[in-house]
């Protein structure tokens, strides 16, 4: 399995930018997809997550409001849609996967996830 990160990049304060995160695999599977990011110099946090039927979402606070994550369904990519981004957004974002079947449904820990992408970088400037 293996996951690619996509559409990072350098926006100024108050901007948007929308991730993608595409799922490969040999045989299909419905997973449960997380965003996480980590900052310079900091651990890696929690951001969004998505259930592998779409129906559930789970944002973390700093970002609710202004993120949100979706899938048009368990085969689609998913995105994650970042709306008026601040500098404190700056980060590497990495997205995470894993079998619905496999697991309940933590989405906030990073535990939880099996599978990782390779990161897409995200720079807000002031």
């Known amino acids: 399995v293996q996951l690619q990160a996509s559409g990072g990049g350098l926006v100024q304060a108050g901007g948007s930018l929308r991730l993608s995160c595409v799922v490969s695999a040999r045989a299909f599977s419905i997973y449960d997809m997380g965003w996480f990011r980590q900052a310079p110099k900091k651990g890696r946090e929690f951001v969004a997550a998505i259930s592998g039927s779409g129906r559930n979402t789970y944002l973390s606070d700093s970002v609710k409001g202004r993120f949100t994550i979706s899938r048009d369904n368990p085969k689609s990519p998913v995105y994650l849609q970042m709306n008026s981004l601040r500098p404190e957004d700056t980060a590497l974002y990495y997205c995470?996967?894993?079998?619905?079947?496999?697991?309940?449904?933590?989405?906030?820990?990073?535990?939880?996830?099996?599978?990782w992408g390779q990161g897409t970088q995200v720079t807000v400037s002031s």
């Open positions: 995470a996967a894993i079998r619905t079947v496999d697991s309940g449904w933590y989405p906030t820990s990073e535990n939880h996830y099996k599978y």
